[in-house]
């Protein structure tokens, strides 16, 4: 059984790279993704699958009823690409100016349909239902939340027991390491509003008007003094001011400053501790140097937190299909988010990187995702798809 999977998967491969590539030509951005919600069902068409598609956004649900009642298990993949100008110089490099799948999306998506194939195939022997999701919209807007909203987590008509999320990395990890971790995965990623007010005048006699511009500096670097006085090292913040926008002239002094800066943490109450302080720090900043600020954290996505017990799940299976050195127990969170983590809110399951670095390359110098570099061998699909199809098996089989 373990084996007849991958070789079932290995003999769909062809057809797994020429999806993924067809995909990956024609990339698009955001919620609406109809070329590839249409490739999606083509690859699924035949199949004896449920199939509903999104009202909002251009999902697709697909629904797998074992010929046994049982469980209910849910696999997804994201399908959305990024606004960036590839420069890859592959032979099936995108076609669309100005889009890119330079997070491995395209991969994410062929290997969900792979899975879906090949569970479809055992559906005589098979004890209750799998839900593939195929998901728009993760790099930006929460797609995840949106689906869920429409229903994707009753698809099958109970609640499943597991989820389960597969993502490619063009670099860090080796190509074919699957690296997972209890608890926290991915960090919380939150932006932080700033606007400081003050009240503007002639360069040459700042005393008689309000400068933002020096207090929005030393807003600046006490946001990064934060971060090493009020947090534990061991459960730390990520602050970053990617933003700061004040003035139009040397001698002038404008009326406001501007920052924006996202804000990661990695447990929820680094979360709401570093909520708390920072807007309590730039306030009371302002109001030193006589000014005011209004500060605004916008929630970005959660804390994407493994079950410990799924993650055995997963580790068991690699090790057992792959061999034990395939699977890293990784000891680190990593600092992206993933809007994965709203499923992982309200169903126990993990979310597991797999290495796709290229061949030739070193994965400690490829570029990475979302870089216009960024390369993803897909090479990977066989044994991506392998795993999302024993993850469903031996879950259902576990009852
Ligand atoms: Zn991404
Ligand atoms: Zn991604």
Not at 44 to 67: H, K, W, Y
Not at 220 to 247: C, K, M, Y
Not at 316 to 343: C, N
């Amino acid at each position: 059984m373990v084996t007849e999977v991958h070789s079932d998967a290995v003999a769909i491969s062809a057809e797994l790279t020429e999806l993924r590539r067809a995909i990956h030509r024609e990339p698009e951005i955001g919620f609406e993704l109809p070329r590839t919600q249409e490739k999606v069902l083509a690859a699924l068409d035949g199949l004896p699958l449920e199939i509903t598609t999104g009202r909002a956004l251009t999902s697709v649900t697909a629904v797998l009823r074992g010929a046994r009642p049982g469980q209910t298990v849910l696999l997804r993949g994201d399908m959305d690409a990024l606004p960036v100008t590839e420069r890859t110089g592959l032979a099936y490099a995108s076609q669309v100016d100005g889009a890119m799948h330079a997070c491995g999306h395209d991969l994410h998506t062929a290997m969900l349909a792979g899975a879906a194939r090949l569970l479809s195939s055992r559906q005589p022997e098979l004890s209750g239902n799998v839900i593939f999701m195929f998901q728009p919209g993760e790099e930006e807007g929460g797609g995840a939340r949106v689906m869920i909203s429409e229903g994707v987590l009753d698809a099958a008509g109970s609640r499943p027991v597991a989820a389960f999320g597969l993502h490619v990395a063009s670099s860090l990890l080796p190509f074919g390491i699957y690296s997972a971790r209890d608890g926290t995965m991915l960090a919380a990623a939150d932006t932080l509003e700033i606007t400081v007010h003050g009240r503007g005048g002639h360069g040459s006699q700042p005393h008689r008007a309000d400068d933002p511009i020096p207090a929005a500096c030393h807003i600046v670097t006490a946001l990064q003094t934060l971060v090493t006085r009020r947090f534990d090292v061991f459960d730390p913040v990520v602050i970053t001011v990617g933003s700061f926008h004040a003035g139009t002239a040397s001698n002038v002094i404008p009326d406001e400053a501007e920052l924006a800066v996202t804000v990661r943490s990695f447990s929820p109450a680094a979360r709401a501790a570093v909520q708390d302080a920072a807007l309590r720090l730039v306030r009371d900043i302002a109001s030193a140097h006589g000014l005011s600020a209004t500060a605004e954290f916008v929630d970005g996505y959660p804390l994407t937190v493994n079950n410990s017990g799924e993650v055995a799940v997963a580790e068991r299976a690699v090790t057992e299909l792959f061999g034990s050195q395939r699977f890293l127990r990784t000891p680190d969170p990593i600092t992206g988010s993933e809007d994965f983590s709203y499923v992982l809110e309200q169903v126990p399951g993990a979310f597991i990187m797999l290495g796709a670095c290229p061949p030739g390359a070193d994965p400690a110098t490829a570029p990475f995702n979302h870089a216009a570099e960024a390369v993803f061998d897909d090479a990977v699909l066989a044994d991506g798809a392998t795993l999302l199809t024993e993850l469903a098996l031996r879950r259902l089989a576990a009852g």
